[in-house]
């Protein structure tokens, strides 16, 4: 069990720029989630894959937001034309199909200049 | 949509005494996960609750479902400055939202030496 990998841990841009963020879940974890975190708040839903369907986006999830988990394995989310308020910690989770709580990963923290 | 609020925002205490959190859901829950965010972390999963009335102990943290399946609490018992961390009630319910868990927005604990 390697963990939930992240990368990259930080990014800076600028407004308007488009950013993609990278999770590797545990192997044998066929589910893998995105969530958004800012500060002093819980983590929020923003989408879910089962295998490589993605299976349930949140409304939170502008058109700017996209995310693939094209062979089932890994997975990236890809932020367009970036704004201020899309500021926050991106956490990526995968779990067993048959497992109990999500593994989460360190996440990305990007920041919008 | 499905909430889940979590009191208190935050909790100090003296080393050694006692902390409790609670969570309410506004929809009846398949299982309730607690999670423990220490600062800088990512959250890390404690515990998943399934069935009506459970109670279940680790060590010192005692976790409680509700009859209703709607609310649940988290016990620590003689915190420890190890105890230092936010925790996060998570809901899941199948019958709205396959397959995402609804956070709520944490207890930050700090704990006095």
């Known amino acids: 069990d390697t963990g939930v990998s992240q990368n990259p841990r930080h990014k800076i841009t600028k407004r308007g720029q488009n950013v993609t963020f990278r999770c590797d879940p545990i192997?044998?974890?066929?589910?893998l989630y995105w969530y958004r975190q800012t500060l002093g708040q819980g983590p929020e839903f923003l989408t879910y894959?089962?295998?490589?369907?993605?299976?349930?986006k949140s409304r939170l999830l502008s058109d700017r937001f996209s995310a693939e988990r094209p062979k089932g394995s890994f997975s990236t989310l890809e932020i367009q034309r970036t704004e201020q308020g899309d500021s926050a910690m991106y956490l990526c989770?995968?779990?067993?199909?048959?497992?109990?709580?999500?593994?989460f990963g360190s996440g990305t923290r990007l920041t919008v200049v | 949509g499905q909430q889940v609020m979590q009191i208190p925002q935050y909790q100090h205490v003296q080393e050694g005494e006692d902390f409790t959190t609670y969570c309410n859901s506004s929809t009846t829950l398949s299982n309730i996960q607690w999670y423990k965010q220490r600062p800088g972390g990512h959250p890390v999963f404690l515990i998943q609750?399934?069935?009506?009335?459970e109670v279940k102990k680790q060590k010192r943290l005692t976790f409680q479902f509700g009859e209703a399946k709607k609310n649940s609490s988290l016990h620590i018992t003689a915190t420890q400055t190890t105890d230092v961390g936010t925790y996060f009630c998570a809901g899941e319910d199948y019958g709205g939202s396959q397959g995402n868990l609804i956070f709520g927005k944490g207890t930050k604990l700090s704990v006095k030496p």
């Open positions: 989770a995968s779990r067993h199909r048959q497992g109990k709580g999500y593994t």
């Open positions: 192997s044998e974890h066929n589910r």
């Open positions: 609750l399934v069935k009506s009335g």
């Open positions: 894959f089962q295998n490589e369907a993605q299976l349930e």
